[in-house]
């Protein structure tokens, strides 16, 4: 009997090992190079672009938007640091002014998308957080105890309204005095035409100075005479009487939504924005309420709501469901199946991914149309703002009768204007 050692048999099927091996590595470098290829993008949200053209067409604005530029503006080194915000046409000639008081716990650099709106249309913004305290609320010791409403609550005080008016009034003349002078960043700002806007607590600032007797606003040093003022989310207290703004000698348009209640508890009913309006007691004045919009949105912050992002997440799944993910690649009880076959080959497979895939298109189509919205309610914002501003800050004849005529008709569904 004779014996085969069996390495030479391996050693003599070597050369054929190796060339299979090679074969198979090629074949799944091929496949993986034609998967990539056929790959295609996965989809994302978009905003029907389409619709918003269509919307925007009938609305109000410029032809064509201006370029700006930006800087930031110090005071003098003999006194407690401070800085505004200035965003403006780059062209530098004379333009009409609007001063805005941002949200509670922002500063003059936060980001707020009105403020390049309005630059673009042709004013110069200056941006202003009379008190410092006011910015940075939430990085106080205090505001670790997480207690925010009491926080903020505090900062709508009404001895605290006073001290912030009086500071802002030191400002404003400092400003004024610097830009008359034609300081270079500061030139050709018009004083004589000029709105006061402000948002959430820069809101509620604009509103105590559009109704702040004479003889309050001369004990601060007022130095401004507006001919518009801008209100976007009105503050007002239950119980406290109507407001008379004939004495401010300029209207006041207030900009709300329906679901306009702010994330730290000091308005948590919408309906305290209308009252704020039902309050005053003048001619000339707007409310204007957008049909879907938050606090953040309306206050000029970019949230994510805005932001274009990839194919959503699938829904969360039932605890059946779950269960049935989790068991996916295992034998079931009394199931046939060979314990050797591929994990992951249930019957039911094609049909579950074929409603996840449905899903994710579901979630995605409901991503484009809130998207779509947003960009709607943008829309919807700028060319009522803008209609006002032109309207009583340029007194142009156009903005008025569109913000009369046209804007009651044109806006979306949702959103609504009322003038009295």
């Known amino acids: 009997m004779s014996y085969r050692n069996p390495r030479n048999r391996l050693a003599a099927n070597a050369p054929t090992h190796a060339a299979w091996a090679r074969s198979r590595i090629a074949a799944s470098l091929a496949a993986l190079a ?3 290829c056929s790959t295609a993008p996965a989809p994302v949200a978009k905003v029907d672009e389409e619709a918003v053209a269509r919307y925007r067409a009938g609305g109000y604005g410029p032809p064509a938007p201006l370029a700006i530029e930006s800087h930031r503006i110090s005071g003098p080194v003999t006194e407690a640091p401070w800085t505004i915000g200035l965003t403006r046409p780059a062209d530098h000639q004379l333009r009409p002014v609007i001063i805005f008081l941002p949200s509670l716990g922002q500063d003059d650099a936060a980001p707020v998308r009105w403020i390049e709106t309005w630059a673009h249309a042709g004013y110069a913004v200056l941006v202003i957080q ?10 106080t010791p205090d505001a670790r105890s997480g207690d925010f409403e009491r926080i903020a609550r505090a900062r709508f005080a009404d001895e605290l309204m006073a001290d912030r008016i009086a500071r802002l009034s030191r400002l404003l003349i400092q400003v004024r005095t610097r830009s008359l002078r034609s300081e270079p960043g500061l030139d050709g700002l018009d004083w004589n035409h000029l709105a006061l806007a402000g948002a959430d607590l820069g809101a509620y600032t604009v509103q105590s100075i559009a109704t702040a007797p004479p003889p309050t606003l001369a004990a601060a040093a007022w130095p401004l005479n507006p001919q518009a003022y801008l209100v976007i989310s009105p503050y007002a207290v239950r119980g406290a009487p109507p407001v008379d703004t004939a004495a401010a000698r300029a209207p006041v348009m207030m900009i709300s939504a329906v679901d306009d209640v702010d994330a730290y508890g ?8 209308h009252l704020a309006f039902d309050r005053l007691v003048g001619v000339d ?3 204007f309420e957008l049909g879907v919009a938050t606090h953040r949105w309306l206050g000029g912050a970019v949230v994510l709501a805005d932001a274009p992002e990839a194919t959503p997440r699938a829904r969360p799944m039932m605890s059946d469901e779950v269960s049935g993910g989790q068991n996916r690649g295992r034998r079931k009880p009394g ?8 994990q992951g080959d249930d019957e039911d497979t094609a ?3 074929k409603a996840r895939t449905a899903s994710r298109l579901d979630m995605l189509a409901a991503r484009s149309r809130a998207l779509t919205q947003s960009a709607l309610s943008v829309t919807s914002f700028e060319a009522v703002s803008l209609a006002f501003l032109d309207a009583y800050v340029r007194d142009l004849p156009a903005a008025h009768a569109w913000l009369g005529e046209t804007a009651p008709h044109w806006l979306q569904d949702g959103d609504r204007l009322k003038h009295r």
């Not at 000091?266 to 924005?273: E, F, G, L, N, W």
């Open 285 to 287: 004045d707007y409310y």
């Open 130 to 139: 009379p008190l410092a305290d006011d910015a940075d609320v939430w990085s």
């Open 34 to 36: 034609l998967a990539a």
């Open 351 to 353: 049909a579950e991914k």
């Open 335 to 342: 199931s046939a199946r060979d314990d050797m076959a591929p």
């Open 266 to 273: 000091v308005v948590t009913d919408p309906a305290i924005r």
